[in-house]
């Protein structure tokens, strides 16, 4: 079959005028112009019309769990604030209010043009429940806080669950709730069973100074609940994490090798001394941005151009409704290049494709529109404006997605 389009964006070289993509099931066999793809390609021909046909959308991080939190939690100056408030909410919600919310969460990204889905649950439980309409990565959000003696059998129930689904991973949820024996046995389920990691980094002021300084509002908080905090007071985030999964003493001049299996989201409060940690490192592990979620906790400015610098690749997401308005990533785009104006906005439209197939490890796969890889496409209307990339970052509901081959 060839469908031909206005236009194509392969994300591998210019946009491509009056273009066609010939697939065979669900692979890509041919792009390029539509009289080269019509002269050497059999099959029917499908016109799109004035349409841009552009790789699927990939949200590297949400949690549809919370779909049904949408304007429940108003915005708060105090991160911890927020947590105590999700809790209470989430003390309120049943079973099947999960179930719900989580196919709620799916049906809206497809509205929104997204394709596939790195989601976050607490609940792992309940996966089997549910038939993802969308290509999913599936990561069981791990918390031992009450229990760390438990980490390991706490991994296992998680993983009997997930293994009901063909992508998943670990992500202990955050280094105040999980233990970092939680974090090292994750990384080596993770190196023996290839599967892909995930963790909230560095995401608030709060967290810093609990780690850091041992004081602030989290660190009360998270005292009330029995943690030990003789880890408090002395490392940053960052340090704490790298730490936690490397064995050699921090102070070394030495390189450490970050596993490329993490996502890692936030990383919004990074001090000096972090990027000179960063700047030593061999090996890269993938950032995830959530520029709403980031403006509705107004965390500290999300130090983009640094990380960029070091050599980083930075996705986005939406994250959960608890603190977004919808799972649009097309509203992402357009939050985070009000925050960067200077970015361009192909290099935006790579973060929600080219980049987030990397940290799925799905570089060969997702993410372009190239011979060989999957047919997970998203079509918008398409003006021919002179400036293709902006008029895609500032589109939203998307006509058309397919995944692997088939239109849904
Ligand atoms: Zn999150």
Same mark, same amino acid.
């Given at each position: 079959?060839i469908?031909r389009?206005r ?7 210019p946009?491509?005028?009056?273009g066609a993509?010939a697939?065979?099931e669900?692979r890509?066999?041919d792009v390029?112009?539509f009289g080269?793809i ?7 021909i499908?016109?799109l019309g ?8 990939i949200?590297?991080?949400?949690? $549809?769990d919370y #779909?049904? *939190?949408?304007?429940k939690?108003?915005?708060?100056k105090? &991160?911890? +604030? ?9 003390a309120?919600l049943?079973?099947?209010?999960y179930?719900a ?9 497809k509205?929104f043009?997204?394709?596939?889905i790195?989601?976050l649950?607490a ?6 429940k549910?038939?993802e309409?969308i290509?999913?990565?599936w ?6 806080i ?13 993983m009997?669950?997930m293994?009901?689904?063909?992508n998943?991973g ?8 999980a233990?970092?024996n ?6 080596e389920?993770?190196r023996?069973?290839?599967? $892909?990691?995930? #963790?909230? *980094?560095?995401?608030?002021r709060?967290?810093?100074?609990? &780690?850091? +300084?041992?004081?602030?509002p989290l660190?009360e ?9 003789d880890?408090?007071?002395?490392e940053?985030?960052?340090?704490k994490?790298?730490g ?6 921090l102070g070394?001049g ?9 996502m890692?989201a936030?990383?919004?409060e990074l001090s000096?001394?972090d990027f ?9 592990f993938?950032?995830?941005?959530s ?6 906790f ?6 983009f151009?640094r990380?960029?610098?070091l050599?980083f ?9 608890a603190?977004?308005?919808n ?6 785009m357009?939050a985070?290049?009000?925050n960067?104006?200077?970015v ?7 973060m ?6 990397r ?5 060969n ?8 890889f ?17 008029e895609i970052?500032a589109f939203?509901q998307?006509s ?9």
């Amino acid at each position: 079959m060839i469908y031909r389009a206005r236009v194509v964006v392969t994300m591998d070289g210019p946009p491509i005028e009056n273009g066609a993509v010939a697939i065979s099931e669900n692979r890509i066999d041919d792009v390029g112009s539509f009289g080269e793809i019509k002269a050497c390609n059999s099959g029917e021909i499908v016109d799109l019309g004035e349409q841009a046909l552009l790789p699927g959308l990939i949200n590297a991080h949400c949690h $549809l769990d919370y #779909t049904c *939190l949408r304007g429940k939690i108003p915005p708060s100056k105090s &991160f911890t +604030d927020w947590i105590r408030a999700i809790n209470l909410a989430k003390a309120r919600l049943s079973e099947e209010d999960y179930v719900a919310s989580i196919k709620e969460g799916f049906a809206q990204a497809k509205r929104f043009g997204t394709t596939t889905i790195a989601n976050l649950t607490a609940y792992p439980e309940l996966v089997e429940k549910i038939d993802e309409p969308i290509r999913t990565w599936w990561f069981a959000e791990l918390i031992d806080i009450r229990s760390p003696d438990r980490a390991n059998e706490i991994i296992d129930l998680a993983m009997e669950s997930m293994k009901s689904k063909k992508n998943w991973g670990l992500g202990p949820h955050a280094l105040f709730t999980a233990s970092p024996n939680l974090f090292r046995h994750c990384e080596e389920i993770a190196r023996r069973e290839n599967i $892909l990691l995930t #963790t909230h *980094l560095a995401e608030s002021r709060e967290e810093m100074s609990m &780690f850091r +300084d041992g004081s602030g509002p989290l660190y009360e908080f998270i005292k009330e609940t029995g943690r030990p905090m003789d880890d408090c007071g002395d490392e940053t985030p960052l340090e704490k994490f790298i730490g936690a999964l490397t064995s050699a003493p921090l102070g070394a001049g030495s390189g450490r090798a970050l596993s490329q299996k993490w996502m890692i989201a936030h990383l919004n409060e990074l001090s000096e001394s972090d990027f000179d940690l960063l700047a030593r490192s061999t090996g890269k592990f993938h950032v995830v941005h959530s520029p709403r979620s980031h403006g509705y906790f107004a965390h500290s400015p999300f130090p983009f151009e640094r990380l960029r610098a070091l050599g980083f690749h930075i996705c986005l997401g939406t994250d959960s409704l608890a603190s977004n308005e919808n799972l649009s990533l097309f509203a992402e785009m357009r939050a985070f290049q009000r925050n960067e104006p200077n970015v361009s906005p192909r290099e935006i439209f790579e973060m929600v494709t080219v980049n987030a197939a990397r940290a799925l490890s799905q570089q060969n796969a997702l993410g372009r529109i190239r011979p060989g890889f999957h047919v997970d496409l998203t079509s918008i209307p398409c003006t021919g404006s002179n400036n293709l990339f902006e008029e895609i970052v500032a589109f939203d509901q998307a006509s058309t997605i397919w995944i692997d081959g088939k239109r849904v």
